[in-house]
């Protein structure tokens, strides 16, 4: 059978009203997502046009594991 290996990406906590959760789990199914993927999704457009507008933002992903 199908062997589902957990994901290589570190979970981050998310708090929310339920309204928005409902409404966020609905638009996912609809695009054919999960929750989590739309989430990020959605997230990435963010950071994509405010980058766009304000310049690329330097980061440094190693300091999250010092």
């Known amino acids: 059978g199908l062997i589902i290996m957990p994901s ?10 339920d309204e928005l ?18 989430a990020v999704h959605i997230l990435k457009g963010f950071v994509e046009q405010y980058e766009k ?3 690329s933002i330097p980061v440094d992903t190693d300091a999250l594991y010092q």
Do not use: D, T, W
Request: a positive charge.
């Open 21 to 38: 959760y409902l409404k966020l789990k609905f638009i996912a199914k609809k695009e054919s997502r999960s929750y989590n993927q739309e």
């Open 53 to 55: 507008e304000h310049g």
């Open 8 to 17: 290589a990406v570190p979970m981050r906590g998310l708090r929310m009203e």
